[in-house]
């Protein structure tokens, strides 16, 4: 038995940001079910101390259930398709995979192989982020995805006429999975690396987008301003409502202000801009 299964039983809510945490500690490959999350980690890599104190840290916020077990390898791709559905954003982009149908209608099609990378567009942060893409104008910028996942907001970027995407991840499954989705949007202005902003080499860039998770936020949010140009933009999502108020306090403590906000299910998407 190759990998460990994690079957986490949580509220839907706390799904996708529970992927992003999961990640961090070493699981690569995921997908969700009707009561929350399957997640796996090959077992040299498995910290049970991490996922304990991972599960710890979430437990006063919902209720959490979680089990494990050993598994052989399987067809991972095909277990994910069967709950991979197109989306659709502001009725302006359409998101689906290679094995889904076009349709007419949309400004922007973009096609995401159904790995399991986080960012596939199906959850508030990453609908709600691209939503807010579409009002900035990207034509000739440059932009930096920090902690790309698949890919899909550096793809709409490019779509949107930026000349420059440069996106990274610390996860090489996302990497991968986004090189490849870069190869099928036919994407030619976007370069992709494996490691994290401190990796980064310094450039400024017009707009900087960043769907993580409050504590990674808080703390890069400086590093994210000293990227970013005079007059430049901020997006920024994966957190609650409730944490809106201290992160609008730490950026404006790096003389940036709050554009605009949007929200759904309690998750929020930020765009600020640069003093």
């Given at each position: 038995m190759d990998y460990l299964e994690i079957n986490l039983d949580v509220n839907e809510d706390f799904a996708e940001i529970l992927i992003a945490e999961l990640a961090e500690i070493g699981f690569d490959m995921?997908?969700?079910?009707?009561?929350?999350?399957?997640a796996y980690i090959t077992q040299e890599e498995f910290d049970d101390m991490a996922l304990k104190n991972l599960i710890e840290e979430y437990a006063d916020r919902?209720?959490?259930?979680?089990?494990?077990?050993?598994?052989?390898?399987?067809?991972?791709?095909?277990?994910?398709?069967?709950?991979?559905?197109?989306?659709?954003?502001?009725r302006k982009i359409l998101v689906r995979a290679s094995f889904h149908e076009t349709k007419e209608g949309f400004e922007h099609e973009i096609i995401i192989t159904p790995k399991m990378s986080f960012g596939t567009g199906h959850h508030e942060t990453t609908s709600q982020m691209m939503a807010l893409q579409l009002d900035i104008d990207h034509q000739n910028k440059d932009?930096?995805?920090?902690?790309?996942?698949?890919?899909?907001?550096?793809i709409l970027a490019e779509k949107l006429g930026a000349t420059y995407i440069k996106a990274f991840d610390i996860d090489e499954w996302s990497v991968e999975n986004t090189n490849e989705n870069i190869s099928l949007n036919a994407c030619k202005n976007i370069e992709v690396s494996l490691g994290t902003i401190k990796d980064e080499k310094k450039h400024v860039y017009d707009i900087v987008l960043a769907n993580i998770n409050r504590n990674i936020l808080l703390d890069e949010i400086p590093t994210y301003n000293s990227f970013l140009k005079s007059k430049g933009y901020l997006l920024l999502s994966g957190f609650y409502e409730t944490d809106l108020a201290e992160i609008e306090k730490k950026c404006n403590e790096n003389g940036l202000k709050k554009l605009k906000l949007v929200s759904k299910k309690n998750w929020a998407a930020v765009v600020f801009s640069k003093d």
């Open positions: 995921f997908m969700e079910t009707e009561t929350g999350i399957q919902t209720a959490l259930f979680y089990s494990i077990k050993g598994i052989e390898k399987q067809n991972w791709n095909e277990e994910w398709e069967k709950s991979f559905s197109p989306i659709e954003v502001d932009v930096l995805d920090v902690g790309t996942g698949t890919g899909i907001l550096a």
